[in-house]
């Protein structure tokens, strides 16, 4: 009997944990948005540099600080490569950042993009954004910029709300795909 009950114990807390998952897996058009530009071209467009994302979160007394989520831009860059953009190395880029004494904190100037696609041989240069929950550990909102090198055009434009978990990483591709294939 104490087999049968714990048999169902089990089955009772994997199907909710299944349901758990199923529920937050999938982004609603509320929480997930993705804007192409027309001046967008996949076969132009293929070679990207991926910005370490920076986010905000808070300490316990509720104040903001300064994030950087290099596993997250990580995990952005290997979903793009997947689709099929060539992505050049983080440290590369970190490296060309540093010889020309620019951050990474999302102020670059047209001029700053133009030198950085010269020298590493790219056409975008992606940024992202993170805000954490002040509450608990999950990000409130994600916001993925994908910058043209030559004119510092907005090509894409991505924001993901109410996230829970990093499956959104997916989502956000699958949603990205969608809008430009």
């Given at each position: 009997?104490?087999?049968?009950?714990?048999?169902?114990?089990?089955?009772?807390?994997?199907?909710?944990?299944?349901?758990?998952y199923k529920k937050n897996s999938a982004f609603n058009s509320?929480?997930?948005?993705?804007?192409?530009?027309?001046?967008?071209?996949f076969n132009k467009h293929k070679k990207l540099a991926v910005?370490?994302?920076?986010?905000?979160?808070?300490?316990?007394?509720?104040?903001?600080?300064?994030?950087?989520?290099?596993?997250?831009?990580?995990?952005?860059?290997?979903?793009?490569?997947?689709?099929?953009?060539?992505?050049?190395?983080?440290?590369?880029?970190?490296?060309?950042?540093?010889?020309?004494?620019?951050?990474?904190?999302?102020?670059?100037?047209?001029?700053?993009?133009?030198?950085?696609?010269?020298?590493?041989?790219?056409?975008?240069?992606?940024?992202?954004?993170?805000?954490?929950?002040?509450?608990?550990?999950?990000?409130?909102?994600?916001?993925?910029?994908?910058?043209?090198?030559?004119?510092?055009?907005?090509?894409?434009?991505?924001?993901?709300?109410?996230?829970?978990?990093?499956?959104?990483?997916?989502?956000?591709?699958d949603a990205l795909i969608a809008k430009i294939k």
């Amino acid at each position: 009997m104490k087999k049968i009950i714990a048999i169902f114990t089990m089955l009772f807390l994997l199907t909710g944990c299944y349901t758990i998952y199923k529920k937050n897996s999938a982004f609603n058009s509320k929480e997930l948005s993705v804007i192409v530009s027309p001046n967008f071209n996949f076969n132009k467009h293929k070679k990207l540099a991926v910005i370490p994302f920076k986010g905000k979160a808070y300490d316990a007394q509720q104040a903001p600080y300064v994030i950087v989520e290099e596993q997250i831009s990580d995990m952005f860059a290997t979903q793009l490569m997947g689709i099929g953009f060539s992505i050049v190395e983080r440290t590369q880029l970190q490296r060309i950042l540093s010889e020309l004494q620019l951050s990474t904190s999302g102020l670059l100037s047209k001029s700053d993009l133009n030198k950085i696609g010269k020298l590493m041989d790219v056409d975008i240069l992606v940024m992202g954004n993170l805000d954490k929950n002040k509450f608990n550990l999950s990000y409130q909102t994600a916001t993925i910029k994908f910058i043209d090198i030559e004119t510092g055009e907005i090509l894409i434009n991505m924001v993901c709300t109410n996230i829970f978990g990093r499956q959104y990483i997916t989502a956000m591709t699958d949603a990205l795909i969608a809008k430009i294939k």
